[in-house]
């Protein structure tokens, strides 16, 4: 089955810093990458997802990359705030037969933004 | 319109109980699963199921069973309980659609189910 690994699992940053987030994968068929950002007690959330068909996608100050024969893919936050302080996951999916997505979630990285 | 609701919020078991952990979408959503999120862990697929009526296991099923009667909820049990499954346990609902000649797909998670087995 498929693996992710994510790295680091802690980073701090200092308020306005980027911080970036890196997750590989095993499973070469793997076509969907999305990421979530849980608070502490919340529900997982997503915030950006990319498919295998392309190599970045931007939402504000949230970009993610992906690198499909390498098979990595990245998370990156720029100008970062206090309210991005929460754990980052990632993920990797194939589509199955029967339509839906079955993720494999990395470990997840706690994200501390310093004021 | 409350998307993923999950009950109960809390619970705690003694080992070798049994309970089931309700999950209930209103968005008509094909697609349920069921997640456990341990420490250190991140979240690991127990069951999904892709329709009424069919249920499949995913990354950690064992000491659990589902069910999936009716489309707007997916029930999961827990038998025996043991200590091994003291977890919070996450549900999440999906359908698929096609954007721009592409299959899309996003999963809602509900708020959640902690559940302690003593």
């Known amino acids: 089955g498929e693996n992710v690994e994510q790295h680091p699992s802690t980073l701090s940053v200092q308020e306005g810093d980027s911080a970036v987030i890196k997750c590989t994968y095993s499973?070469?068929?793997?076509?969907?990458f999305p990421w979530y950002k849980q608070e502490l007690g919340k529900r997982p959330q997503l915030i950006i997802d990319?498919?295998?068909?392309?190599g970045e996608k931007k939402d504000q100050r949230i970009a993610v990359t992906l690198n499909k024969t390498a098979k990595h893919f990245s998370l990156h936050i720029t100008e970062t705030q206090p309210e991005d302080s929460a754990v980052y996951f990632c993920?990797?999916?194939?589509?199955?037969?029967?339509?839906?997505?079955?993720?494999?979630f990395g470990k997840g990285t706690k994200l501390s933004v310093i004021p | 319109n409350a998307g993923v609701t999950q009950t109960p919020k809390f619970r705690v078991l003694k080992t070798g109980q049994s309970m089931t952990l309700l999950c209930a979408q209103d968005?008509?959503?094909?697609?349920m699963y069921w997640y456990r999120q341990d420490p250190g862990m991140g979240l690991r697929l127990i069951h999904y199921?892709?329709?009424?009526?069919?249920?499949a296991k995913g990354e950690v099923p064992d000491g659990y069973n589902v069910s999936r009667l009716k489309k707007q909820n997916f029930l999961l049990g827990l038998e025996s309980a043991a200590p091994s499954q003291t977890s919070v346990y996450f549900c999440?609902?999906?359908?698929?659609?096609?954007?721009?000649?592409?299959?899309?797909?996003?999963?809602?998670f509900g708020p959640g189910t902690r559940l302690l087995v003593l």
């Open positions: 993920a990797a999916s194939i589509r199955s037969g029967a339509g839906s997505y079955q993720l494999t």
């Open positions: 999440a609902s999906s359908y698929s659609y096609v954007l721009d000649s592409k299959h899309q797909e996003t999963q809602y």
């Open positions: 968005m008509n959503h094909e697609y």
């Open positions: 199921s892709v329709g009424e009526g069919t249920t």
């Open positions: 990319i498919r295998s068909n392309v």
């Open positions: 499973d070469s068929a793997s076509n969907y």
